[in-house]
């Protein structure tokens, strides 16, 4: 019974599993397999229509050929540089908090402000640099200009805002970056419906400005201030891991975006002149193109400048080495900021940084390592808050590094000492940010370092009070306050400090002292509990130092150990150290507040070669042999030494100069006018030097130098050298041996005697020949006898060699049908040609084998010889013209990327120039001093390299396209900013109209839904390249804000738009067709000009202008086609060349005072300046509208002469047609009125004859039926008739016929008859 | 407030007249100005020569926009360069200089223009110290074709042949224009398969042409036996002005490189008078000395060869030269001062014995130049 209750199995009907059983069943059946259809049904599957087929073909070669790109060459560099990240945003949106967030995610640490790019490392293979994007329209279009991928945060609960169209806008103009975009505040949302349907709509809204299927993150709310640990992690997997086009512009330009900048200005020169220009460095992750030094480049913002040097650093953020791990670890998983204060090692040319983080930040680690302890931690903050944030409010004032306004700038500046007096606190900040170096170097200002020395020391007693107490944390707080109140003056001072510290020749200038304060309270805190972060600094230390070990070939060893000794004396007991460094130096101590200056030995000798010019440089970084190079280097301490420190560009100079005198005591002439060449073109006329003190030495050191040269070979170094001319000595002697022993390669032409005459010397790019040799001579003559198709050639090459390995190849084979094999010839064979061998071959039977393994070894030989040809035939087969391309671009890739592989880094930036990925280090001469002064991290700074005369202005042609979302039309004349290249810029443009014969037509205004052209003065920039203009880059307007796109069509040095101007003029005197015009022109001459010019009047009748008359002045005779009236108007329609004006006004937003950065204000419009100073516009009474009011038009009578009308045909002729007047009553004929008898009459009457009309008609059809029909008979009869005579006629004939032959034939046999009867 | 706002390339500046030509097709390409003081300066003529002021004035003529200064004495020239505009042109060159002086230049400039060039130049197409016109024919224009420059329009015309010292030559160079040039990796010259030549007369007996010819094969025969070169005697007014002959020999390797000789008369009424047997024998063995130099490109042109290079894409290009002029060593010098670009420069001893001297391979990196005259439509 219970079994019967049991529920019965039910076969699956759905799903994978019916599904996999249905399959199984029809396979068994043998009609399964769906695939197979095509098999099961051929018929179904035949061509039913070959045009529909064609069709279907031709469609799908063109959606494939529709996904190709134009193969381009890959550049991207090995190590690439890092991902830039922009994140861009409404404000309020979230957009510091995701990258706080992504940096968390990535590196566990927590930032607590953000300014300027993060570099983080994300993964073994990809660095991030994340940068945030304010909604200034400057800021944003900078960024899109070097973004890789765009991180658009878009408020769910409000929606799109004008700031993410514009900014998507900004990207399709500049290259179109990667866009991901993110939906935050979505817990806004309590409905769930209502958040779906939002989704949704945002969704596609971004689909259709992105492309369709863009990746949309949600990010659905917050927890404690973060965004969902999941969600984000989500996303920053999607960053690692997304993939990038290049970008045309991007890949073309070399650009920096900098994320360190330090101010190298010469200190003395900022006392004297406070607005002087400015020197900076700034550093940051060579993007792009290769990098050149001495190139142009733009700052947006700013303005142009040229590289004065460039050099690569030790990757702040490096990648992992190569590990097989598969994820980071803790220690690689690094972050760099330093405009945000986390860098960790800060590498400089000459010095390297140890960044401590300030007490500050290590406070806020300390919360995040114990949450625990928060509360604590929260009530003594408190605790202190006062102080703090009534400093730290003005500190943050300085840290965005503009404190002072201009005005307070120029005070302070001018009058130092009472803005001392204004606030103690304040002032001692400032003042020691301005005037750090003047007291180094002024003693007369004595009181003020006095004053500060006193501070120092306050400042390093409370340092040591705090070593002492160790946790009393009030005097803590302090001191980070300082350290916060310093790192600002720090990113300043960094490089100041380093070109001065040389200067101190003592061997005690320990570099650990400055930050002694951090390192104490680190111990202190390091008591307590385990920092990690702290631990993690220290190793940094030690790693940096031996990098920077590395890093300097003759890195004096005690030095270093020194160093070492000197970390840990820091670590261990300070106090007594920091104390006797502030004594005996404290204006180094107060420079470096936050930074340890790691500095060796010989820093002063690259100072020294820094200094000197670029070629010597350039000798000393070439310089193959170690002697040479520590000859350079000797050379540069020697002076050192000496003293002679004031002017060490002329010293290196006069170094080398020496050097050269010396070898001309040595060498020959010729030598000597070699040297005398070079020193032309490195244009060194400064012999102002004295270096009669290493004279001595450096003769030993040339005739070394030559020596260890004559070891050596001759060598690329050495040709290098004799072309880019750096070691003069090595070239010459070098030469010399060349023509001695080859006469070929090295032959240097000899110079005239002077060098004056060479610069002047004939200017011929024929190579002579200096000593022919005697090709009479065999042994000449068979020094070139391979160059020749008759020579030898070489082994791959030969014919006879290569005929000889196909043999090998094809030779032997065997024949499967007599089973006889037929080998092929021994590769040692002979010469014979290969038509010839194949026939012996042939012949030839199979030989005795040979040994077993050669045999199994050509055999593979062979296989692999012909599975190569095979594939070659095969691949090369298949290949498209696309794939070719591909093919070719992969090989100059592969190629370019090997050929400088091997060298090592300082050759092979002379040769490709910095290439992108390095981390690099910019010097820039000239910068505006507002760029220091108003520096602030928020902005963008980018350095974007410029191609050859990018840097040169003059007139670009664009096509120009209103932007469809911008409210008005643009007219033509108002200045307008165009974001164009690297560059923003303030320009006139002009647009125009292109006529059908080519004429550039002027217009007024843009088109509303059309391109147009436009003209300007501005910067060169290459063809092809996107722009967008904007009015106005200041404020923001509720508006869409980019007024127009487009893209540069051409650059020229001139450039014609015409506008239409007519001339009009009033006729005098009118004869038939001719009249004289006055009015039109004002001289005999300009009539001239238009001699045979196109009128007309404004009726339109057509004319010519004839001739100028002589009176009155101006006038001149036309003729038209017809007579004019007096009272027309003639006019000439000419064409008036328009000149563009020569307006260009770079926009620099960066110079603005902080907080004024985006109030940008260029050129105003005349519509601007009319509104602003309430001046109405004077409007022409004539150009106003009126009502038109119409006469009635009246026509005269046409009037035709007599004589025309007599000559007229009568059909043409005006009839009298005159209207005949009314007839009068007494003419007008009586109505007949009949009698009802005579009516009946009429009816009857007219009823009969209807009557027999009606039979008339009847009886005519019928008579014409019947003649029909008897005409039918008739016709028939006739037929048959003409039968019949046609019959009768033929027998009639035949017998006719008959007749006559017998009548010939009797007549033949009668005439015969006749005769026998004659 | 106008153009100084934008960062307009720091000048170079030179001193002396030599390398003129090279300074302003490297200031014009490059878009910076120039300056060369002390032009003979301290010589009893001083200043610019007529051939260099006519070059000066061809450089105008193709160029938009350039702004010229030459001071009083002619000591000083400051140039500012224009954009490349090209068109159909007439010039006449000086004849104290072989029109080859001219068209080494165009042939730098022409394929960057914005028009394609079409000039006609008059002059002296032969003489004793610029490499001719037949000889840039035979060995620039298929340079020019290994670096994408090529097609129907590329080609020089000899019209009328010119002797020193009058000249009245003509010649038609058009060129056609290019955005971008190719990459080159040219490194194997490949051997010789064919050696050509022309053997020119003009107001000359024909047959010095014919007797330069069979001296010239004597000594090349040994080495190989196709050689076939063509005499070339204009009449009438396609004769020029002055008389003279000369020959000039090409050999052409498999590869497609071409080396060339070539060797003039004396011009009429300086110097001795040479016998057509002897030049024929010189410029053989001339050419002989120039396959021991060997190299993808031949000795003249090596400098065109460097530039084209310089101005591709931004990757790598090889070439392998003979031993550098110093013309080219001149031209490196100044094109690292222009584009800041420095060859690498490997010598290449030749494996076996008989290749000739030593070569050198000189590799690149583009500085990804792109025709900024050329309009998109």
């Known amino acids: 019974m219970e079994e019967k209750e049991k529920k019965k199995h039910r076969a699956k009907q759905s799903g994978p599993k019916a599904e996999k059983k249905r399959k199984r069943y029809l396979n068994e059946l043998g009609i399964g397999d769906e695939e197979n259809a095509r098999k099961r049904n051929p018929k179904a599957f035949t061509v039913q229509s070959a045009v529909r087929m064609a069709r279907t073909f031709h469609r799908t070669q063109d959606l494939k050929t529709k996904k190709h790109h134009i193969p381009v060459v890959d550049r991207t560099p090995l190590e690439p540089p890092p991902v830039v990240v922009v994140v861009v945003g409404p404000p309020k949106v979230g957009k510091s908090t995701v990258i706080k967030c992504l940096i968390k995610n990535f590196t566990r640490q927590k930032l607590v402000e953000i300014r300027g790019p993060v570099t983080i490392v994300s993964g073994k293979k990809r660095r991030l640099t994340i940068i945030e994007c304010g909604c200034d329209i400057n800021t944003m279009i900078d960024l899109a200009k070097v973004a890789d991928l765009v991180l658009m945060l878009i408020d769910a609960s409000f929606g799109f805002e004008m700031e993410t169209f514009e900014f998507l806008n900004i990207c399709q103009v500049h290259g179109f970056p990667k866009i991901m975009g993110v939906l935050t505040h979505l817990d806004t949302f309590k409905n769930n419906k209502q958040l779906k349907k939002t989704k949704k709509k945002l969704k596609h809204r971004f689909w259709t400005e992105v492309y369709p299927g863009a990746k949309l993150f949600y990010l659905s709310g917050m927890v404690h201030g973060e965004y969902q640990k999941q969600e984000i992690h989500n996303l920053g997997r999607f960053i690692s891991v997304m993939k990038f086009r290049p970008l045309t512009w991007q890949t073309s330009h070399p650009y920096v975006l900098a994320d360190r900048m330090e101010e190298l200005t010469n200190p003395e020169d900022v006392r004297i002149n406070p607005k002087c220009d400015r020197k900076i460095s700034l550093y940051g992750y060579l993007r792009g193109a290769h990098l050149k030094n001495k190139s142009q480049i733009h700052m947006p913002g700013v303005g142009d400048f040229t590289v004065s040097d460039v050099s690569f650093l030790p990757d702040p953020c490096a990648l992992p080495e190569q590990q097989k791990k598969r994820s980071l670890n803790e220690k690689e998983k690094l972050v760099y900021a330093p405009l945000s204060g986390v860098g960790g090692i800060v590498y400089d040319k000459d010095a390297v940084y140890i960044d401590l983080g300030g007490s500050h930040a290590h406070e806020k680690e300390e919360e995040e390592v114990r949450p625990n302890q928060e509360l604590v931690q929260s009530l003594i903050s408190t605790h202190s808050a006062i102080d703090v944030k009534m400093a730290s409010s003005k500190v943050s004032l300085f840290l965005d590094s503009a404190p002072l306004g201009s005005e307070d700038v120029g005070q302070e500046f001018v009058m130092p000492k009472e803005e001392r007096q204004v606030d103690l606190k304040t002032g001692r900040v400032r003042r020691k940010a301005v005037f750090e170096d003047d007291e180094k170097e002024n003693d007369d200002v004595a009181s003020d370092e006095e004053d500060d020395q006193e501070e120092e020391e306050e400042e390093e007693e409370a340092v040591s009070e705090d070593g002492s107490d160790g946790d009393d944390e009030n005097d803590a707080e302090e001191e980070s306050e300082r350290v916060l109140l310093r790192e600002g003056m720090a990113v300043r001072r960094a490089k100041r400090l380093k070109t001065e510290v040389p200067q101190e020749e003592a061997v005690n200038e320990l570099p650990a002292f400055a930050d002694s304060d951090d390192d104490l309270e680190l111990s202190s805190e390091e008591e307590g509990e385990t920092a990690p972060e702290d631990s993690e600094v220290e190793e940094d230390e030690e790693e940096e130092e031996e990098e920077g070990d590395v890093q300097r070939t003759c890195e004096d060893e005690s030095s270093g150990s020194e160093f070492e000794a000197a970390n840990k004396r820091a670590e261990s007991k300070q106090c007594d150290m920091d104390s006797e460094h502030t004594e005996t130096k404290p204006q180094i101590s107060e420079h470096s507040p936050k930074r340890k200056a790691v500095l060796t030995t010989d820093s002063g000798n690259c100072t020294a070669e820094e200094a000197s010019e670029s070629e010597d440089e350039n000798s000393s970084l070439e310089e193959g042999d170690d002697e040479g190079e520590s000859h350079e280097e000797l050379e540069a301490k020697e002076s050192n030494r000496n003293g002679f420190q004031d002017s060490k560009a002329k010293k290196a100079d006069s170094v080398k100069h020496t050097k050269v005198k010396t070898v001309d005591t040595e060498d020959d002439d010729d030598v000597e006018n070699l040297l005398r060449e070079e020193e032309e073109y490195e244009e060194k006329i400064d012999l102002s030097g004295d270096t009669t003190g290493a004279l001595k030495w450096k003769e030993d050191l040339t005739q070394k130098a030559a020596e260890a040269f004559l070891r050596q070979q001759r060598s690329t170094p050495n040709l290098r050298k004799l072309v880019y001319g ?84 094809y030779g032997d084979f065997e024949d499967l049908e007599t089973g006889v094999v037929h080998k092929g010839k021994a590769a040692a064979g002979g010469e014979q040609s290969g038509s010839e061998e194949e026939e012996e071959e042939d012949e030839k039977m199979s030989k005795p084998e040979p040994e077993e393994e050669e045999k199994k070894k050509e055999r593979m030989d062979k296989k692999r010889k012909l599975k190569e040809m095979f594939d070659a035939e095969y691949d090369e087969g298949d290949a498209t013209y696309f794939d070719d391309l591909k093919e070719e671009m992969h090989k100059q890739a592969q190629l370019n990327r090997a050929e400088f592989e091997d060298q090592d880094d300082e050759t092979r930036v002379q040769y490709e120039g910095f290439r992108p990925g390095m981390y690099v280090r910019i010097e820039i001469e000239n910068v505006p001093c507002e760029f220091v002064l108003n520096f602030d991290p928020h902005y963008p700074i980018i350095l974007g390299g410029l191609g050859n005369s990018e840097g040169n202005v003059g007139y670009v042609q664009l096509r120009l396209k209103k932007h469809r979302w911008y409210k008005k039309i643009l007219k033509t004349r108002d200045p307008l900013i165009l974001s164009l290249g690297w560059r923003r810029f303030q320009t006139i443009p002009m647009f125009y109209i292109e006529d059908h014969n080519g004429r550039h037509r002027l217009l007024k205004y843009t088109p509303q839904h059309m391109h147009c052209g436009a003209a300007f003065w501005g910067p060169i920039t290459p063809q092809g390249t996107g722009f967008l203009a904007v009015q106005s880059v200041s404020g923001t307007t509720p508006d869409f804000r980019i007024a127009a796109t487009g893209v540069v069509l051409d650059l020229d040095k001139s450039i014609t738009i015409v506008k239409k101007l007519k001339l009009t003029g009033f006729p005098f005197k009118i004869f038939k067709n001719t009249c004289f015009i006055k009015g039109m022109f004002n001289s005999q001459l300009e009539v001239a000009k238009f001699e045979g010019a196109a009128i007309r009047s404004v009726s339109g009748i057509r004319g010519q202008i004839k001739k100028a008359l002589r009176a009155p002045v101006g006038a001149f005779r036309a003729t038209f086609e017809d007579k004019l009236l007096m009272s027309d108007i003639v006019f000439v329609r000419t064409w008036y060349p328009v000149s563009i004006p020569m307006f260009y006004n770079p926009v620099t937003s960066l110079l603005k005072p902080a907080g004024e950065k985006d109030s940008w204000s260029g050129m105003k419009t005349t519509g601007q300046l009319r509104y602003e100073r309430g001046i109405k516009l004077k409007q022409n009474k004539d150009s106003l509208y009126k009502p038109i009011v119409r006469e009635k038009r009246h026509f005269n009578k046409l009037h035709i002469p007599k004589a025309l009308q007599k000559a007229l045909p009568f059909k043409n002729k005006p009839k009298n047609l005159e209207k005949k007047g009314k007839t009068p009553k007494d003419q007008w004929r009586p109505a007949v009125i009949r009698e009802p008898h005579e009516k009946k009459i009429s009816a009857l009457l007219s009823a009969l004859s209807t009557v027999n009309n009606y039979k008339i008609k009847k009886a005519k059809v019928k008579h014409r039926e019947q003649l029909k029909e008897y005409l039918k008979v008739k016709q028939k009869e006739d037929e048959q008739k003409f039968k019949r005579q046609k019959e009768a006629k033929k027998k009639v004939y035949r017998i006719l016929g008959q007749r006559e032959k017998k009548r010939q034939k009797s007549s033949l046999k009668g005439s015969s008859k006749g005769e026998k009867s004659m | 407030m106008a153009g100084s706002a934008a960062g307009e390339a720091q000048c170079l500046s030179y001193t002396g007249c030599n ?138 015309k000899i019209n009328r042949r010119g002797m020193p010292p009058k000249g009245g030559g003509e010649i038609l160079f058009s060129c056609p224009v290019r955005k971008v040039l190719q990459p080159v990796q040219f490194t194997d010259p490949g051997k010789i398969k064919r050696i050509r030549g022309t053997a020119y007369s003009v107001r000359v007996s024909p047959q010095m042409a014919n007797r330069m010819v069979e001296s010239a094969r004597g000594i090349l025969n040994k080495f190989l036996p196709d050689i076939y070169i063509y005499t070339d005697h204009m009449k009438g007014v396609n004769s020029g002005k002055s008389p003279g002959f000369g020959i000039c020999l090409t050999a052409e390797t498999i590869n497609g490189t071409i080396l060339s000789a070539e060797l003039a008369s004396n011009p009429q009424g300086q110097g001795t008078a040479v016998l057509p047997e002897e030049l024929g024998q010189n410029c053989a063995k001339l050419l002989l000395e120039e396959v021991y130099r060997g190299g993808c490109v031949d000795s003249t042109n090596q400098s065109l060869a460097l530039l084209l290079m310089t101005l591709g894409q931004r990757d790598v290009s090889k070439v392998l030269l003979g031993p550098l002029s110093p013309y080219t060593i001149e031209f490196l010098r100044h094109l690292r001062s222009f584009f800041q670009i420095m060859f690498k420069m490997e010598t290449k001893t030749p494996e076996e014995e008989h290749m000739g001297g030593e070569k050198v391979l000189m590799t690149c990196v583009g500085i990804g130049f792109c025709n900024l005259s050329k309009t998109i439509r």
């Open chain 1, 726 to 809: 750096t070691a003069v000595e090595d070239e010459d002697q070098e030469s010399e041996d060349a023509d001695d022993e080859l006469g070929g390669l090295f032959r240097v032409s000899r110079p005239d005697k002077a060098s004056k005459q060479k610069a002047n010397a004939l200017d011929c790019s024929k190579f002579l020949v200096e000593k022919p040799q005697d090709w009479d001579l065999e042994e000449v003559m068979s020094s070139i006898r391979d160059c020749f198709v008759t020579g030898k050639w070489e082994d791959d090459k030969d014919a006879a060699k290569l005929l000889e390995e196909d043999e090998e190849l």
């Open chain 2, 19 to 156: 390398f003129l030509r090279q300074r302003l097709v490297l200031a014009t390409l490059s878009g910076r100005p120039l300056k060369i003081r002390k032009i003979r300066a301290k010589e009893e003529d001083p200043g610019l020569r007529d051939f260099e002021a006519s070059f000066i004035r061809l450089i105008d003529k193709v160029t938009n926009g350039s702004r010229i200064e030459i001071n009083q004495t002619g000591t000083t020239l400051y140039y500012q360069p224009g954009l490349l505009y090209g068109g159909s042109l007439e010039h006449d060159c000086s004849p104290s200089r072989g029109i080859g002086y001219y068209l080494e230049s165009l042939l730098c400039l022409a394929p960057f223009m914005k028009h394609p060039l079409k000039i006609v130049l008059r002059g002296v197409t032969n003489d004793q110290v610029d490499p001719s016109v037949d000889v840039l024919k035979a060995t620039a224009l298929p340079l020019l074709k290994k670096f994408g420059i090529d097609g129907e329009s590329l080609e020089i």
